[in-house]
């Protein structure tokens, strides 16, 4: 039976079939082959109930968030700010393009969304200053991964939602990993400064700084919000997903006022939109879930693992393996909803920590989404700067070497990942 699930949804994948059916049709014909008994309503009663949960509420709110913000002066303000603080130091244009990510993935969560609402402001920027082409392309794609580590990340509260993991364990977790990850691109950044012997523009007056500052003071308070609100335990995750909307409907329309109604509504039905899709994943992806427990999947996996006698260290190198592949064919949720169920209990057994797994999944998961030949953030970025694919893969190289040394790091460093979530909760 694991061998006509993996055929069938392969093979569905090759020839391009959409991908709540690459989820859905395995699960219909495993249904059909191997337990017919089931009546065809407890499916859809599946298919509901899998969706039916409060922890999920935070998907639709985050992403109305994110689209409000990317629409309107907030994600503008604070790479403004962040450009004033770093651009005249040494690399200081590279840096403002990876700070100003990790700053929009900090209130959308979304690293196409960040490559979108950044690419066209930053690219030109890092040309002037000296940058390679490709360099600079790499460095846009790459960047917006933060944006599934650092919270309020969907990827992670999609994974928190499948595994019962805490999400503000998940977010405080991804919070330290991000950073790590920014860290490692700074690093790459300043390189390549000294090599293309970048310019820096020249430093600001403090009085010029102050003004940015006093007039990015409210789109400052949207991540202050969000992560000291999870943080310091005033608001769960779905509740900050509900704040955050508030607040930033709050400052696009009565701060800066660059939101009406009728902009309101258009960014509210492309909200409705992406999270339509989102949920019709899950829901299949909950369905196909309960036939892989049914099924006695990972615990065969589990045999297998004592079997060839692998420890943890070599399971973690698979899972590895398993995940990159993964990533470069189908969207992060996917990946998540077809690899986790079966493999999610094995880690269990063998006692690595939920935490440190999630982070490892995620992080394989972002590196996928700048990897030849379909990584989704590749694309994003040919359509946003309209520049071709090849281009932008040859500019890949070094980023994604970087990623699989920094993935490595997480992997086999567990407490990178547990260290913040064990001091604060």
């Known amino acids: 039976m694991i061998f006509l699930i993996i055929a069938v949804t392969l093979a569905l994948m090759i020839f391009g079939f959409e991908m709540f059916l690459v989820l859905g049709i395995p699960t219909f014909l495993t249904k059909a082959v191997f337990f017919n008994g089931i009546p065809n309503v407890a499916l859809i009663q599946k298919l509901v109930a899998g969706i039916h949960h409060s922890t999920l509420l935070a998907i639709p709110f985050f992403i109305l968030a994110a689209h409000i913000m990317s629409s309107g002066q907030i994600a503008n303000k604070l790479t403004s ?23 929009f993935g900090s209130v959308s969560g979304s690293a196409p969304a960040t490559v979108a609402a950044l690419g066209k402001l930053m690219y030109p920027e890092l040309l002037q200053a000296g940058y390679r082409k490709s360099f600079s392309l790499g460095l846009i794609v790459s960047s917006a991964e933060t944006a599934l580590l650092i919270p309020p990340s969907i990827t992670l509260i999609v994974y928190g939602w499948m595994t019962g993991t805490s999400i503000t364990e998940l977010f405080v977790s991804g919070l330290s990993v991000g950073v790590v990850l920014g860290i490692a691109f ?27 500052f006093k007039d990015s003071v409210w789109a400052l308070g949207m991540p202050v919000l969000i992560l000291g609100g999870i943080y310091s335990g005033i608001f ?41 899709i989102i949920f019709v994943l899950l829901a299949f992806g909950s369905m196909l879930s309960f036939f892989v427990t049914l099924a006695q999947i990972p615990t065969s996996i589990s045999m297998w693992i004592s079997e060839i006698g692998a420890s943890p260290v070599l399971f973690l190198f698979i899972i590895n393996i398993v995940f ?53 953030d590749i694309f994003v970025t040919s359509s946003t700067l309209n520049v071709p694919v090849v ?26 990942s547990v260290f913040l979530p064990n001091l604060i909760l």
Request: net charge neutral.
């Open 391 to 416: 281009d932008i893969v040859k500019g890949l190289w070094p980023f994604i070497i970087l990623n699989l040394l920094v993935l490595g790091l997480i992997t086999y460093v567990p407490g990178i």
């Open 324 to 376: 990159l592949i993964a990533g470069m064919f189908i969207d992060p949720n996917s990946a998540l909803l077809i690899l986790v169920p079966p493999l999610y209990p094995v880690a269990m057994s063998l006692g690595i920590d939920p935490v440190h797994f999630g982070m490892i999944v995620t992080f394989n998961i972002c590196i996928g989404m700048i990897t030849p030949p379909f990584g989704l």
């Open 81 to 103: 700010l962040i450009k004033l603080a770093v651009a005249h130091r040494k690399g200081g244009v590279g840096l403002t393009a990876v700070g100003s990510s990790m700053a």
């Open 236 to 276: 769960t995750a779905t509740e900050s997903a509900v704040v955050s909307v508030i607040y930033a409907i709050f400052v696009e329309s009565v701060v800066y006022k660059s939101l009406t109604f009728k902009k309101l509504f258009h960014v509210a039905e492309a909200s409705a939109i992406s999270t339509s």
């Open 186 to 212: 700074f690093l790459l950044v300043l390189i390549e400064g000294k090599i293309s012997n970048v310019q820096n523009p020249q430093k600001p007056a403090f009085s010029e700084f102050i003004a940015q």
